[in-house]
């Protein structure tokens, strides 16, 4: 039976396969992104004994939207997009032709990708998710945005950075492949912003979470400008 995993007050990981591969959150009860189609059985049934009340992306691409439509039709609730990810969100086609032109994307793409579902909330930055403030990081899509809590310094950070490697899970801080970037220097900004924040807990769209706010904030300044 999968395990919803408590990692700071109102901040859960719901269990992935394989672990900390493609990460789903609750905080409080808005999920955050919904993984690859193929999982949909997988979150509902993680989710029925604690039904979200709202579901937000970090951006949207195939391996975080997979479920989207599912789940918030399964739970009818509203769904929340960075406003400039908000028309592909709706409409995936738009994730396919946005994407770097690269075989692995256009992989992803099609084994991941999910339904596009109406947005009900187009989020902006300073906005509040469940306590978390929206900060807009465009670059890995021109629509991501992180969430942050600055009262205990926990960050929802996407695909801004990666804390294990997509192809083998193993872990350690990593831009996304640029293949996967349609911005590579803009989310490189992005992360640079970040990094200014000084997080306690980092939580992934892939990679365990991490604890360590030096080695998040020396792997950020070592990046080049
Ligand atoms: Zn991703």
Known sequence: MPRVKQLAPGVRQLS?????????????DVLID???RQMTPWLKRQ????????????????????????????????????????DAAEDPALIGERQP?????????KLMTGPGHPVDRK????????????IETPGHSAGHVV???ADDGVLVIGDVLNGADVYTGIPGLKEPRKYFS??????????KKLAALEPKLVLFGH??????????VDFVEALPD
């Open 101 to 109: 032109d690269h075989f692995m994307a256009q992989l992803f793409f």
């Open 34 to 36: 919904a993984s690859g």
């Open 182 to 191: 349609p911005d590579p220097a803009e989310n490189r900004r992005s992360a």
């Open 207 to 216: 990679g365990p979470p991490l604890r360590d706010t030096k080695k998040f």
């Open 16 to 28: 992935g396969f394989p672990p900390n591969s493609i990460n789903v959150f609750l905080l409080e």
């Open 147 to 149: 969430f942050w809590r």
């Open 47 to 86: 989710l029925r004994g604690e039904p979200p009340t709202a579901h937000a992306l970090t951006h949207a691409h195939p391996d975080h939207q997979g479920a989207s439509h599912a789940i918030c039709q399964e739970f009818a609730i509203p769904f929340w997009v960075g406003a400039a990810d908000a």
């Open 123 to 134: 989020l902006a930055e300073g906005d509040d998710v469940a306590g978390f403030k929206v």
